[in-house]
């Protein structure tokens, strides 16, 4: 087995990784997905919501919809990835689906190579499987999800823990490794099978390195760590290696977007998700407020000037002027591919935006594949 995987576990250079663009748009755009919960509903009608996007995505050539991985978070309904594309590749057919991310030190390496490899079963050929090393919340939590004793070691032993998740999908230990009979089901021990490409994620330099020396896709949290953005995507490009995987760098960016039918509703609603934010890294976390409230807030000027740079960062407006600030991104970056995240408090103002970016790229309806 090579670093990054067998070729015929990535599905060779480029196949399955590298996206098309759709209508007039320069690059592919695609979903990163939070499942959000706005205060007054639910997780089960964000679910819904997000069905609803994936559908909608499908329909207008959006390239994938990734859902991220958190925890301990009223407002995000995304703490099982796994169980939720699973729902997503029922009411879908074609487009791609998967982590942005897995968070890998919060699990054994074994559970995500079956999980992943059962959603290859059942979908197979559109599962992407991203990977961070965060852990996707604060440090209480993450200590209740991997122990006391392993919070520093799962985040430094993250080159480890790829390889071996790398050796389940590949079913490829060698002879007299202790796992040289364990295998990961549904996986290559039954037969001939595909298995998801690899993703590094990353919001810092780390990732963006040891994707490029592994000649891996790499996607950056441009959404909330956009200082970070240009030099992890050089980091990554000075880093790569042609792989098994990719004979070229392929990066994407994950970026705050929300297009409406006027700007002020677009202000309104991108507001919620800033406040939100705000009392997230305060120490108060609670479910995305509404309008009404987020318009009402007593912000202090230390506040206020932390919202005022957190909403500099997202993309938002009308439709034309949410396409001239992806495509301003796409140049100024080189990424190679938009992950939009549309973070509001009302899910119809999320479904909304995605069908106002298609129409501002003409990207065609597309008729849905037969069962």
Do not use: C
Request: aromatic share 6%.
């Amino acid at each position: 087995m090579s670093d990054t995987g067998g070729a015929h576990g990535q599905h060779g250079r480029n196949g399955s990784i590298r996206g098309a663009a759709q209508g007039t748009a320069t690059v592919p755009l695609s979903v990163l997905d939070l499942v959000t919960v706005g205060a007054g509903s639910t997780a089960h009608a964000s679910l819904r919501t997000s069905v609803a996007i994936s559908r909608l995505a499908e329909s207008r050539g959006y390239h994938r919809h990734w859902v991220a991985e958190h925890h301990s978070m009223p407002g995000v309904a995304s703490s099982s990835p796994a169980v939720i594309l699973a729902h997503l590749a029922a009411h879908t057919s074609r487009i791609r689906l998967g982590s942005g991310g897995v968070m890998l030190p919060n699990h054994a390496p074994l559970a995500i190579a079956e999980q992943f490899g059962t959603l290859e079963a059942l979908a197979p050929g559109r599962i992407d499987l991203g990977l961070g090393r965060a852990p996707g919340t604060d440090g209480r939590t993450a200590t209740a999800l991997r122990g006391a004793g392993r919070l520093d070691e799962a985040a430094d032993d993250f080159p480890r823990q790829l390889m071996e998740l790398t050796r389940f999908l590949d079913d490829d230990f060698p002879d007299g490794h202790p796992y040289a009979r364990v295998h990961a089901v549904p996986g290559p021990v039954q037969g001939p099978a595909g298995r998801p490409p690899l993703w590094l994620l990353g919001s810092s330099g780390f990732s963006a390195r040891l994707a490029g020396e592994l000649g891996l896709p790499f996607a950056y949290a441009h959404h909330f760590s956009a200082a970070g953005t240009l030099p992890a995507l050089d980091l990554y490009r000075q880093s790569f290696r042609p792989s098994a995987v990719l004979d070229a760098p392929y990066a994407v960016i994950g970026v705050s977007a929300l297009a409406a039918d006027t700007d002020a509703q677009a202000r309104a609603q991108v507001l919620t998700g800033a406040l939100s934010m705000l009392r997230l890294r305060t120490g108060r976390p609670g479910l995305v407020p509404t309008p009404e409230e987020a318009a009402a807030y007593p912000f202090s000027t230390a506040e206020r000037e932390f919202v005022d740079g957190w909403l500099a960062n997202i993309v938002h407006g009308t439709p034309d002027e949410v396409r001239t600030g992806l495509d301003d991104l796409a140049k100024r970056t080189g990424a190679d591919e938009l992950m939009l995240t549309a973070n509001a408090h009302s899910g119809a103002a999320r479904l909304r935006s995605y069908e106002l970016v298609a129409d501002a790229y003409g990207m065609p309806v597309q008729v849905p594949a037969a069962d």
